[in-house]
């Protein structure tokens, strides 16, 4: 007999007198391992413990705040710096010097550099830097390689401390900001934006924005002379994520600082947004097919005691994506809607709004706010059931380690808490608060804050395809305050 047919025959052999696994009990097995229906499937008792933001706090000085959380998976730094002031016009003129200055802080080179040399410094670096004004703060933002952090923070300082302001960078910025005006309401949603705002606000210089002759009429010396009021470092909250050496980071920053000085201005007078009272449904003409929606009504000005109740009303109401009721009824059951959802939002600068927001055909408007306002009355009325109540609870809690799901969300979830005048405790004390609310709370709630009768409905469509009555139209021309 051939060797080579020995051995084939030998390894036939040994591989058959090998005891297989019997199917039936790895089968057998399978079937006890999964439920018969995805409801009775057991998970272990969510257990999570938010990491504490006394861990990570430096101060750096008695005004300025260091949030630092190491992770050296990747050789990177990043830094976002809070600035606590404001940028709000003092007159008209003024909207558009603050909305060109913002973007061009950080697009218009330096008293040393031109905006090419910065440009061309930062990519060979692979770094980036960024800035804006806000209402309420300024914030700067630098990522870059670690090893080019000494390199770079530098050029940030002289970026946002001794900025050119170029003038061919202003005329391509005011070029570009005169197009986004001319074509702000091309989308359904940006229009809805700015008549939902229009009608339910009171005139507010936080609220203006510049045309475009505004825009047009900007030059060089009235960014010049706006530039030292803003990024003063009276109050500074600072998010660093990556890989670096806290100490080391700690000393840089401090040294940074010391030398960060501006002439400090007078502060530019903040003042919250009033709310106008007049409900109605207010219709600002597109010639579309699908009617943009937004309803809404005054809310809380955190911290409250109000908020965290109507934050779970809210998700039972609508902002629970397919298990909502408003999903349920006007998406599922009656097909009206692709995208419905309730919200309660959160602002701790003025009274926030809640309400809720949808698409739907134009011709099926009326009788989607009609289901709207039927499931909103009943859940007003007769509140949650148990399981409602629960999967709600559930869910806010399960997905607060979202935000701490890296060093960089880490860090600025603990910079941003502080900005609002949170405790070090509030992470540790939201899934007690969370867990505390009753399903009377959540009627009550519902009741007095998605009250319908009190809703303030604006609609970019056409009027006269929705069959609505009594309606104010707002002309497009008349959607600016």
């Known amino acids: 007999m051939p060797k080579i047919l020995l051995i084939f025959i030998l390894l036939v052999g040994c591989a058959a007198s090998k005891k297989e696994p019997e199917p039936q009990s790895l089968q057998q097995s399978t079937v006890v391992a999964i439920p018969e229906n995805y409801k009775d499937i057991v998970f272990p008792e969510f257990h999570y413990v938010a990491p504490y933001p006394g861990d990570y706090r430096i101060n750096i000085t008695d005004s300025i705040t260091l949030y630092a959380v190491r992770d050296t998976s990747l050789p990177l730094i990043d830094l976002t710096f809070y600035f606590k002031e404001n940028a709000i016009p003092k007159n008209k003129e003024e909207v558009?010097?603050?909305?060109?200055?913002?973007?061009?802080?950080?697009?218009?080179?330096?008293?040393?550099?031109?905006?090419?040399?910065?440009?061309?410094?930062?990519?060979?670096?692979?770094?980036?830097?960024?800035?804006?004004?806000?209402?309420?703060?300024?914030?700067?933002?630098?990522?870059?390689?670690?090893?080019?952090?000494?390199?770079?923070?530098?050029?940030?300082?002289?970026?946002?401390?001794?900025?050119?302001?170029?003038?061919?960078?202003?005329?391509?910025?005011?070029?570009?900001?005169?197009?986004?005006?001319?074509?702000?309401?091309?989308?359904?949603?940006?229009?809805?934006?700015?008549?939902?705002?229009?009608?339910?606000?009171?005139?507010?210089?936080?609220?203006?924005?510049?045309?475009?002759?505004?825009?047009?009429?900007?030059?060089?010396?009235?960014?010049?002379?706006?530039?030292?009021?803003?990024?003063?470092?009276?109050?500074?909250?600072?998010?660093?994520?990556?890989?670096?050496?806290?100490?080391?980071?700690?000393?840089?920053?401090?040294?940074?600082?010391?030398?960060?000085?501006?002439?400090?201005?007078?502060?530019?007078?903040?003042?919250?947004?009033?709310?106008?009272?007049?409900?109605?449904?207010f219709v600002s003409e597109k010639d579309i097919s699908q009617a943009n929606i937004t309803m809404v009504m005054p809310f809380v000005k955190r911290p409250h005691p109000d908020y965290y109740q109507t934050a779970i009303a809210s998700y039972i109401l609508g902002g629970s994506s397919f298990s909502s009721r408003l999903t349920n009824t006007v998406r599922t059951q009656n097909g009206l809607a692709y995208s419905i959802y309730s919200f309660a939002k959160s602002d701790y600068e003025d009274v926030a709004l809640s309400g809720v927001s949808l698409q739907t055909k134009v011709e099926s408007a009326k009788t989607a706010l009609q289901l709207i306002r039927e499931e909103v009355l009943k859940l007003g009325k007769e509140g949650p059931t148990d399981e409602e109540l629960n999967f709600a609870k559930k869910s806010l809690i399960e997905s607060m380690p979202g935000m701490f799901e890296n060093a960089e969300t880490t860090a600025n979830t603990f910079a941003v808490s502080e900005f609002n005048g949170r405790s070090l405790e509030h992470y540790r004390e939201y899934p007690e608060k969370v867990k505390a609310v009753t399903k009377e709370q959540v009627r009550a709630m519902t009741a007095k804050y998605f009250n319908p009768d009190s809703f303030k409905v604006s609609i970019v469509g056409s009027a006269s395809k929705m069959g609505l009555d009594s309606v104010t139209i707002i002309p497009i021309s008349a959607l600016e305050f």
């Open 96 to 281: 558009a010097a603050l909305q060109l200055l913002s973007s061009l802080y950080s697009k218009g080179g330096t008293e040393t550099l031109s905006p090419a040399q910065v440009d061309d410094s930062l990519e060979f670096l692979s770094a980036k830097i960024g800035g804006s004004l806000g209402s309420t703060q300024s914030i700067i933002h630098l990522n870059c390689i670690s090893r080019d952090f000494d390199k770079i923070l530098p050029l940030l300082f002289a970026i946002f401390n001794h900025p050119r302001l170029d003038s061919a960078r202003l005329e391509l910025q005011k070029s570009a900001a005169i197009q986004s005006y001319l074509h702000r309401y091309d989308s359904p949603s940006s229009q809805l934006g700015a008549l939902s705002a229009r009608v339910a606000y009171k005139d507010n210089p936080r609220l203006w924005k510049a045309d475009s002759a505004a825009i047009a009429k900007i030059k060089r010396k009235d960014l010049l002379a706006l530039k030292d009021e803003f990024f003063v470092p009276q109050r500074v909250i600072i998010a660093a994520a990556g890989n670096f050496n806290t100490d080391s980071l700690k000393n840089t920053l401090t040294k940074l600082f010391s030398n960060w000085k501006k002439p400090k201005k007078a502060e530019r007078k903040f003042s919250e947004v009033e709310y106008n009272k007049h409900i109605g449904i």
